[in-house]
């Protein structure tokens, strides 16, 4: 029988290996040095903010595995032998593979600041990490000061979870405005004054410049590149992003660049061995899309269309319009299709802001056309189904504003916004 | 994360979970109205009992708002469950515990030993902590108050108080605003006023039994005992409403509008169980059981009490018929026919139309129904008149009533509230939800839809549905949430991070989707896997 190993027991390993299962009889492994069984490292924060508990973030019992013959491995793999299909553990344990899928995930960034690898500095990446946390930070007694350096979807998070326990919080963000690399100014300024609205400390424009540290290794505090303004904290959250954790790959003979480089199939240059999830990067990127997409979503695409492959009907990962979902504090955030910092040439954006500086959308358009190319929302949930309709269909813009009714996802009783917008586009355009 | 779970048995504070000064005042002056009340029960004879009543449930009333005001109001809206599993009464912690214990104790002595509480013997004075409530009674019904007075009222300020507490807790969501402004309408109107106002208007010579008009049978499994149907009919055009009403509300009103809305409209909207469970039960939701098994347990369960309880019904109902046609058209076997007919043609429709959707379930379905009519076809050559299969209905009755109707709605469904979660006696014990449910899940607009692929499986849904739905198993597949024992709260939408659901009234087609890869891939893909 086919024996597939999986390194990786997140959400784009899982998948594949749910998938492999549906379509066939193969035998399956799954690896990971990290929990014994699959839990939704989103859900990371909730642990810290007392939402759940470790167990609730697990999306199958643990019976699972075994009732669909999904093998677990617990245990680091520290070498890839491409030739003679086997795998080697830090404990020397060695396992044969007849077909390979690399699903490493991802490592938090560090830029080599002074001070990076002092104790009490941490990234927001693993269970490991959380435990970190857990122990630095308890509470505002022991911790009484942290400070958050990278102002992404990550770094938001970390500073809500200390804000859940009072713990007062720095927010170093490089930009203008907080993640103004990806959303348009409207937006993101909006952001900035519901993070500060929460108590959170935010300094926009302003760089990491080293990490000192206390007689016992500890870090104790952060100077400000700008500003040279020491912050003194116990706790350094570094949350400038992720990339590919492939050092076990770089070793082998699998071809990487900043990621494990794959074809449309998911396939390595090395013939049985595929890579999916945050650390597969694209030799072509894939439309708007960037070659590596560090999202859960894409994890878990490349592991549904791997699996078909690994099932004998050859498939390309081929993702449908572009999404994503994220919350910043109390506010809710979805995105449709593409809507960038600053429209791309020949588009143009509609934005529309609520009074009580909550809710917001952004539109991209086609300027000459008038096709809408996608949306950002704020505060107002919208059907991803319709959206992904409209992308399609290559509706206009007037079309889309006209029906945004249909696309609400709000619940029951919510007090609807659609009018506010039609008036806004309206009197913008000058339309009837 | 097993220092977490250990802490919250602790007395002493984990992390940053201790109470605000304002907090710590609000809690002192519940625990002082509490006590009153204990001085009560302990005899303390107050000179004015009006006074001290109204002292009593005013400082529990105005120390509830107070912690809700300063818990709520001094944060932003939004999603308030920080905290929630490092909270020793909220995590099955010592003080979770000893709030069950608590809690416990008063339904037993409640049900079996209502003398504790100070109610008089025959004929006698109350004393104790049912005279404290002998003024109220009296000013809303004429009499003096009965232990179930005491409860109805302590009951209903529950539902009152704790609901304000919701409300601030989810003031973000009209949803959940509504609806409990709902649940606290018809506690405070329909199961506590309106019977009171009905009881003065007895007479010797008029009188109508307790009748809440929201509690629909088989949730008043006793609406048509003997005594009531004739006091019931005795009281004339009124009287005779009320039956009608009673007998409307199960084969009319209640299954349109659970087509309409799904079985929410009964269950979270109004329903006093449902009011409790949503209010003073809301701090205890994600201790539900989310596991396949307990699941497996809930429909065996909640199944069997449905079954018992149309037995039972029909054997009491049976059992004070005639069997002269001539004096009645509706005699003993008139009436065991058509509770076989009424059966076997939902039966056969269901099995007919919605084999599909039941799977499994329909041959436990089947099993059901043939115990049934297997009983009923007994009934009719083994009974007397006043038994059934040699045993006295109203044995029956008494039977259900203790086990059910004290032993797990009370006892069980709120005792262990802290413990089991606040829908324990919604999920397993209750035929009325398990009967409309089966329709919820058949024949009804109602579903929870999800939201394309945005699901990031985070778990905060399945975590906070006080029903022990694992709705993330289905969010996670992009199918929609069909579930008979769906309650329709709302809450699994409002806690989810990335707004993938949404409950709806919707048609009927495509309600039950599932599949296995989920919209934002490749459509060819989705096709070919998702087309079985
Ligand atoms: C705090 C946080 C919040 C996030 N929130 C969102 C969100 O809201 N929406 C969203 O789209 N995305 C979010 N993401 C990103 C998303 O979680 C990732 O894109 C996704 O989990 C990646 O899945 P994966 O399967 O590729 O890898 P991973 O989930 O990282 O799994 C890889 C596993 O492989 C193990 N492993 C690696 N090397 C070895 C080895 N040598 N031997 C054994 N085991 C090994 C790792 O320990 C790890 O368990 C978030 C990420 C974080 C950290
Ligand atoms: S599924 Fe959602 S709406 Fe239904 S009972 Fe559970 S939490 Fe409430
Ligand atoms: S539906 Fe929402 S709350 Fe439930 S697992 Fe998915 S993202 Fe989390």
């Known amino acids: 029988m086919e024996h597939i190993v999986i390194i990786g027991n997140g959400i784009s390993g899982v998948t594949a290996a749910r998938h492999i299962r549906k379509l066939s009889d193969k035998k399956i492994t799954i690896i990971s040095a990290e929990t014994e069984h699959f839990f939704s490292r989103t859900a990371l924060m909730y642990i810290y903010m007392g939402h759940m508990q470790y167990e609730h973030t697990k999306p199958y019992e643990d019976s699972f595995w075994k009732k669909n013959r999904i093998d677990l491995k617990f245990g680091l793999v520290t070498a890839i032998d491409t030739e003679h299909k086997s795998l080697q553990f830090e404990n020397n344990e060695n396992l044969q593979f007849d077909k390979l899928i690399i699903a490493t995930g991802s490592i938090s960034n560090k830029f080599g600041w002074k001070g990076q690898d002092l104790k009490s500095v941490i990234g927001l990446y693993s269970k490991q990490d959380l435990d970190q946390l857990e122990a630095i930070a308890p509470n505002n007694e022991v911790c009484q000061r942290a400070v958050v350096v990278g102002g992404g979807l990550i770094g938001i998070e970390l500073a809500e979870m200390l804000h859940s326990r009072k713990i007062p919080v720095t927010f170093l963000v490089r930009e203008e405005s907080f993640w103004d690399v990806v959303l348009p100014s409207g937006e993101a300024q909006m952001l900035d004054r519901h993070i500060k609205s929460h108590g959170i400390d935010l300094r926009l424009n302003s760089n990491l410049g080293e990490i000192t540290s206390d007689d016992h290794g500890h870090a104790n505090g952060v100077i400000i590149a700008e500003t040279g303004e020491t912050i003194s904290c116990n706790l350094v959250g570094l949350t400038a992003g992720v990339s590919p954790n492939i050092t076990l790959v770089k070793s082998s003979t699998i071809e990487t660049d900043r990621g494990v480089l794959v074809n449309r199939y998911l396939e390595t240059n090395v013939k049985d061995v595929y890579a999916i999830g945050d650390c597969a990067q694209q030799r072509e990127p894939i439309g708007n899309r960037k070659p590596i997409e560090a999202v859960w979503y894409t994890g878990r695409m490349m592991g549904e269309a791997l699996a078909q492959t690994i099932c004998g009907n050859r498939m390309a990962y081929n993702p449908g319009h572009w999404f994503n979902s994220a919350k910043f504090f109390d506010i809710e955030y979805q995105t449709y299709g593409w809507v960038f910092a600053t429209p791309k040439g020949g588009n143009a954006h509609f934005h529309w802001k609520h009074n009580d500086d909550q809710k917001c959308i952004t539109i991209e358009y086609q300027e000459a056309s008038n096709i809408f190319l996608g949306i950002n929302t704020f505060g107002i949930r919208m059907r991803h189904e319709v959206f992904d309709r409209w992308l399609t269909e290559q509706r206009t813009t007037d079309y889309v504003i006209k029906n945004l009714k249909e696309a609400n996802f709000d619940p029951e009783f919510y007090k609807t916004f659609e009018d506010a917008i039609i008036r806004a586009y309206s009197n913008q355009f000058n339309m009837a | 994360m097993s220092t977490k779970i250990n802490s919250s048995m602790s007395l002493a504070k984990p992390d940053s979970q201790t109470l605000s000064k304002t907090q710590k005042i609000a809690v002192a002056l519940g625990v002082v109205g509490l006590f009153i009340m204990a001085l009560a029960l302990f005899n303390v004879d107050f000179p004015n009992k009006i006074i001290f009543l109204s002292l009593s449930l005013g400082l529990i009333t105005a120390g509830t708002i107070m912690f809700s005001n300063n818990a709520y109001l001094t944060k932003q809206a939004g999603i308030k469950n920080d905290g929630v599993w490092f909270k020793s009464i909220a995590s099955r912690g010592l003080w979770g515990w000893a709030l069950g214990i608590a809690l416990t104790l008063f339904y037993v002595v409640l049900y079996f030993k209502a003398e504790w509480l100070g109610l008089a013997a025959d004929g006698g004075v109350n004393g104790g902590l049912v005279a404290m409530f002998d003024p109220l009674s009296r000013l809303l019904n004429g009499g003096p108050a009965s232990q179930w007075f005491v409860y109805g009222t302590l009951y209903t300020v529950a539902i009152l108080v704790f609901g304000y507490k919701f409300m601030l807790k989810y003031r973000h969501n009209r949803y959940e605003q509504l609806r409990t402004i709902s649940v606290m309408f018809f506690q405070l109107a329909f199961a506590f006023l309106i019977p009171e106002f009905m009881a003065r208007l007895n007479s010797e010579t008029f009188s109508l039994p307790y009748y809440d008009l929201k509690n629909i049978w088989p949730l008043n499994f006793y609406n048509f005992d003997k005594y009531r149907v004739d006091s019931m009919i005795e009281a004339g055009d009124i009287g005779l409403a009320f039956l009608i009403f009673g007998i409307v509300s199960i084969f009319v009103i209640s299954p349109i509008l659970t087509y309409k809305y799904g079985k929410r409209w009964y269950c979270s909207w109004v329903c006093g ?260």
């Open chain 2, 273 to 532: 169980c449902g009011g409790l469970a949503e209010t003073a039960g809301d701090p205890f939701r994600h201790l539900s059981d989310k596991s396949q098994f307990a699941w497996k347990v809930e429909r065996w369960v909640v199944h069997s009490v449905v079954v018992f309880v149309t037995l039972m019904t029909t054997a009491v109902i049976y059992s004070y018929l005639g069997n002269d046609s001539s004096k009645y058209w509706l005699t003993k076997d008139v009436f065991l026919l058509g509770v076989a007919g009424l059966l076997t043609v939902v039966f056969a429709w269901v099995m007919i139309f919605k084999r599909k959707e039941l799977a499994k379930d329909a041959q436990y379905g089947a099993i059901g129904y043939f115990v049934i009519i297997m009983v009923l076809i007994g009934m009719h050559y083994f009974s007397g008149t006043k038994n059934v299969f040699l045993v006295d209905t109203y044995f029956l009755k008494s039977s259900y009533g203790f086990l059910i109707g004290a032993i797990f709605s009370g006892v069980i469904g709120v005792g262990f509230y802290p413990i089991f979660g606040n829908r324990v006696w919604c999920r397993f014990g209750c035929p009325m939800a398990a009967m409309l449910g089966f329709q919820q899940r058949l024949f009804s607009k109602f579903r929870i839809t999800t939201n394309g692929g945005q699901c990031i499986s985070c778990g905060n849904c399945s975590t906070y549905c006080e029903m022990g739905i694992d709705v993330r198993a289905y969010a996670q597949k992009g199918e929609n949430i069909v579930r008979s024992s769906c309650v329709g709260c709302g809450i699994c939408a409002a806690v989810c991070p990335r707004g993938v659901l949404k409950l709806e009234n919707d048609s009927m087609n495509g309600r039950i989707n599932s599949n296995d890869i989920l919209l934002g891939n490749d459509v060819d893909l989705m096709d070919l896997v998702n087309q079985k």
